[in-house]
């Protein structure tokens, strides 16, 4: 498909944006394949314990995934969420985290690598890795060089979410914005939109980004002085805010936030939440006209994992075409699985905020990462905002 696109041109256009970040390197002449996967044996090779213990992020998941892979292969999942990349990295710090598979965001996951977190992949155990699209993979080589480590479990953007009947209506006379995010950012926005609610995701590393890029600094930045100003222009709409959540979707969809910065994948769910409640409101996520914060879930076996051949019979199953449709059709996410487009719902592969367009790709603020110092600088300026303690 040219127009609705599994990421099929993620490669040159996210490689390129990314080039400010990392030194430049010459340009392949075209996207790096996906490496065959040996040929598979005849059947999965599991641990003598059949049990599997995953640490994900919560309402991420089809509703019988879990129990199809369970009945699949006689392993007992234990499954357990976390609510920012934050938390996950202080258990992967703590160490005997007591999970084998874990989906960090790339933001995390390029340094939890370099911290030995993680063990490389048994490719020979993954026979359905050949269903991956290449031009993700090759995105992915920013956090992970060749693919060693981490498959994709989602891709999705962090952008700006509303109710439009509720918006509407409390904006009165003032039009929409051509830039999304000044309904967040802008007080000439934000004090009449705090009638029915803004939300902010409850996360220093995907506020603090696109707060960044709205004052026209690197979304990215290592440099503790850009915090400061981001949470300058932050504080002036800070007693606008009703709520700091990283599990908004009930609170999109039952009409405690009318605005929020959130996931795309979340606002669709929450949109589809609020018909299936008998909610009129027609709840959107937006494409701002200056570009959203592109974000790719992974999963990873981590280093002290109990049940590693479990672990790579569940990332197996997980990139069946049929998961990959899964994914897109319940969850609303696109997991980079090119095998699973036919099988997607006609009415969300049409859905822009899913299947991106090429064009809008092109603006988007492509995934990176942040040194340690720069990480515990950013939650210091993003508390003080929080407490309503940044000037």
């Known amino acids: 498909m040219k127009k609705h696109v599994l990421v099929l041109a993620m490669s040159a256009m996210l490689l390129a944006a990314c080039g400010k970040k990392e030194e430049p390197v010459a340009a392949p002449a075209a996207p790096a394949p996906v490496a065959a996967a040996p040929a598979a044996p005849a059947g999965p090779v599991l641990d003598d314990e059949k049990v599997l213990n995953i640490?994900?992020?919560?309402?991420?998941?089809?509703?019988?995934?879990?129990?199809?892979?369970?009945?699949?292969?006689?392993?007992?999942?234990?499954?357990d969420t976390f609510e920012t990349n934050e938390a996950l990295?202080?258990?992967?710090?703590?160490?005997?985290?007591?999970?084998?598979?874990?989906?960090?965001?790339?933001?995390?996951?390029?340094?939890?690598?370099?911290?030995?977190?993680?063990?490389?992949?048994?490719?020979?155990?993954?026979?359905?890795?050949?269903?991956?699209?290449?031009?993700?993979?090759?995105?992915?080589?920013?956090?992970d060089p060749d693919n060693k480590h981490l498959v994709p479990w989602a891709w999705s953007f962090t952008t700006v979410g509303v109710n439009k009947t509720k918006v509407a209506k409390a904006l009165g006379n003032t039009p929409m914005p051509e830039n999304a995010w000044d309904l967040v950012f802008k007080p000439e926005y934000t004090s009449k939109l705090k009638s029915c609610g803004i939300a902010y995701l409850d996360s220093p590393t995907e506020i603090i980004p696109v707060a960044l890029h709205y004052i026209g600094k690197d979304a990215y930045s290592n440099d503790p002085a850009d915090y400061k100003a981001a949470t300058e222009m932050l504080a002036k709409v800070r007693k606008d805010i009703r709520l700091f959540s990283s599990t908004m979707i009930d609170d999109i969809a039952g009409g405690k936030a009318c605005v929020a910065i959130g996931w795309a994948g979340d606002i669709n769910i929450a949109a589809g939440r609020a018909k299936e409640n008998g909610s009129k409101d027609e709840i959107e996520a937006l494409l701002p006209s200056t570009g959203a914060l592109s974000f790719f879930d992974t999963m990873a076996i981590t280093?002290?994992?109990?049940?590693?051949?479990?672990?790579?019979?569940?990332?197996?199953?997980?990139?069946?075409?049929?998961?990959?449709?899964?994914?897109?059709?319940?969850m609303n996410y696109n997991s980079g699985n090119k095998a699973a487009v036919s099988k997607v719902n006609p009415e969300i592969?049409?859905?822009?905020?899913?299947?991106?367009?090429?064009?809008?790709?092109?603006?988007?603020?492509?995934?990176?990462?942040?040194?340690?110092?720069?990480?515990?600088?950013?939650?210091?300026?993003?508390?003080?905002?929080?407490?309503?303690?940044?000037?």
């Open 89 to 143: 990295n202080a258990k992967l710090v703590a160490g005997n985290t007591g999970y084998d598979i874990v989906v960090p965001g790339t933001v995390f996951a390029k340094p939890q690598i370099e911290a030995g977190f993680y063990q490389p992949l048994d490719k020979a155990k993954i026979p359905n890795y050949s269903n991956l699209d290449p031009s993700v993979m090759q995105v992915l080589t920013k956090a």
């Open 55 to 79: 640490y994900n992020w919560p309402d991420y998941i089809p509703e019988n995934m879990i129990a199809e892979f369970e009945k699949a292969t006689g392993i007992k999942v234990n499954y």
């Open 349 to 391: 592969a049409s859905n822009k905020t899913i299947f991106v367009e090429d064009a809008y790709i092109a603006k988007m603020i492509p995934p990176s990462s942040f040194t340690n110092e720069a990480r515990e600088a950013m939650a210091t300026a993003y508390n003080a905002f929080k407490t309503g303690k940044a000037k």
């Open 303 to 330: 280093k002290d994992a109990k049940h590693p051949n479990n672990a790579h019979a569940f990332i197996n199953f997980f990139l069946s075409p049929e998961s990959g449709a899964a994914m897109a059709n319940e």
